[in-house]
């Protein structure tokens, strides 16, 4: 089936070390994203690609990185600089013709809960 | 910062009423969307209004969007208990119609 693949599902990290945090698809879409939950709270958006090999930072975007080499691979590294890296963190995709006009429905993977030590 | 706000932060209501959700936001968009999120799972998408439309259903679901007030809100119909969700707007902003901007989200709990 198509899909969103977020791996692993709960990550343990001790304090200075960095963690990647991986997503695949299946969908064909040009454009993938990472958001940062806290409990209670909405999605902010860390990073984003729109194609291979170019992605754009969004609003929470210090002590993350990301990488785009594949279509369908865009994983998260969260750095030791990200002073509290604790937060559910959700990757998602949208269909490439949409996404450009602003009218893609986006398509979310199942989470990976990072918890600090 | 966020791009949307929902109101009310949470909302309790006896199964079978009706529930309404309001959003508001900030800047010029090209759309906007609205999602569900079960508790600690992933976002499931609902319904997207274009900014040249006003009101759109689908099934249960009505949403309304005024582009003068920068807001949109969300009705679901006959509520059961499976709508108990947290709900959330989504923006697509014109200057970068991928950036997709999420608001704070609503509670909805549906008493039986």
Known sequence: DGGITQSPKYLFRKEGQNVTLSCEQNLNHDAMYWYRQDPGQGLRLIYYSQIVNDFQKGDIAEGYSVSREKKESFPLTVTSAQKNPTAFYLCASSNPGQAGSGTGELFFGEGSRLTVL | ?112
Request: net charge positive.
């Open chain 2, 1 to 112: 910062s966020q791009q949307g706000e929902e109101d009310p932060q949470a909302l309790s209501i006896q199964e079978g009423e009706n529930a309404t959700m309001n959003c508001s936001y900030k800047t010029s968009i090209n759309n906007l969307q609205w999602y569900r999120q079960n508790s600690g799972r992933g976002l499931v998408h609902l319904i997207l209004i274009r900014s040249n439309e006003r009101e759109k259903h689908s099934g249960r679901l009505r949403v309304t969007l005024d582009t003068s007030k920068k807001s949109s809100s969300l009705l679901i119909t006959a509520s059961r208990a499976a709508d108990t969700a947290s709900y959330f707007c989504a923006t697509g902003r014109y200057s970068s119609a991928s950036k997709i901007i999420f608001g704070s989200g609503t509670r909805l709990s549906i008493r039986p």
